[in-house]
């Protein structure tokens, strides 16, 4: 089955949920998919744990028939170790997929994924181990690499490897926090236009607006949307959805940890209802402080009520959430605000 077919044979699924680690768990996915998500990912899962630990297997991975389509994503370094993580859920799934993506110090330090990025022919060995021996198909989800030369060989080896979608988050592996920044677009459609597998588009999605502008060639382009939706789980709603009501119709299967992002904004100036919030006891005592909260900011629309996503980027307001601009030119700019950050770090450290 080619990727394109198998794309299709899952409903050519346009709005995806990200994988998040701690987050985008069973409840949530299914909340998402109230709200007009059309493909969910698990989070990322460390495919050795899973390997070692039922407990971890029993935690880590929960799903049920209306979760579907789902794709599990694993991170890992060792094809072995992988193919049997992923064998405990290939029934279970749509498809598996390999974090190559993953920029943060956990993934440094275990050596998975986008620390991968440079190995070419250990991403090759993971990809076709698990396109041989797996029931589903298996897909990949990438960081760009430096040059669009380097990221486009990347991508048409992962593709002759036999990985059937491929996400791609248009930043580097730098890019994260305070450097977040816009994301380019331009590389990924490079990407679309060097490979014959279907490509999701990932990174600076901020609204279903967004998401419309990145529908570029092909037709079949998919957005993938991680820390947006995770603030606002209706990001896909046709209709702004008052985020107060969507945290009441999660209550029955949320808990505190994600109140705090959905309602961040509000618990910003509300400060007394998130004290109340780190105190309650009970999912009656948080559905009290929700709609108290909700009357308190009456009149409020409810697309300024989305805040959390943008805490590191200081420009969201004035800056595009994409740039097109020239693939290089867009690492050399990146760059120098990286410098920049690390000089004021440094000329605070010693006033210090």
């Known amino acids: 089955m080619s990727g394109y077919d198998f794309y299709h044979s899952i409903g050519s699924p346009k709005f995806i949920v990200a994988p998040m680690v ?20 698990t989070p990322m899962i460390n495919s050795k744990m899973f390997v070692k630990s039922e407990a971890t297997r029993e935690r880590e991975f929960k799903t049920c028939p209306e979760d579907r389509p789902l794709f599990v994503q ?20 749509d498809a598996v997929d390999i974090n190559l993506g993953c920029p943060q110090g956990i993934a440094k330090k275990g050596n ?5 990025l440079e190995n070419t022919d250990l991403i090759v060995s993971m990809v076709q181990k698990l396109r041989d021996n797996l029931k589903v198909p298996v897909t990949c989800k990438i960081r760009c690499l430096r040059t669009v030369d380097a990221t486009l060989e990347l991508c048409r080896a992962i593709e002759q490897a036999g ?32 490979v014959s597998i279907p490509v999701f588009a990932n990174g600076g999605i901020r609204t279903l607006a967004d998401a419309k502008l990145a529908w570029t060639t092909p037709a079949e382009t998919a957005v993938m949307t991680s ?10 709603e046709p209709e702004w959805q008052h985020i107060e009501d969507v945290m009441l119709a ?10 705090y992002k959905s309602l961040y904004s509000g618990f910003k100036v509300h400060t007394d209802l998130r004290d109340r919030t780190v ?6 005592q948080m559905r009290e402080i929700t709609e108290e909260l909700k009357d308190r900011r009456t009149g409020q629309l409810p697309e300024d009520k989305i805040e959390w996503y943008h805490r590191y980027w200081k420009g969201h307001k004035t800056e595009s959430p994409y740039t097109d601009i020239d693939f290089e030119e867009f690492v050399r700019v990146q760059d120098e605000k990286a410098s920049a950050v690390c000089k004021t770090s440094t000329s605070i450290a010693m006033e210090m």
Request: hydrophobic share 40%.
């Open 74 to 93: 694993f991170c890992g370094n060792d094809p072995d170790i992988l193919l049997e993580a992923a064998k405990y859920v290939e029934d279970q799934c």
């Open 227 to 236: 820390e947006a939706i995770l603030e606002n789980p209706a990001f896909f």
């Open 279 to 284: 105190a309650a006891t009970s999912i009656e």
């Open 22 to 41: 701690e987050h985008s768990k069973l409840s949530y996915r299914m909340l998402t998919r109230k709200y007009s998500a059309e493909l969910c990912y």
């Open 163 to 194: 990985c059937s979608i491929l996400t791609v988050h248009g930043r580097l592996r730098e890019h994260k926090k305070n450097l977040i920044g816009p994301c380019n677009w331009e590389i990924i459609r490079k990407i679309k236009e060097s």
């Open 112 to 116: 998975y994924g986008s620390f991968l």
């Open 250 to 259: 999660f209550l029955e299967l949320a808990v505190r940890n994600h109140l």
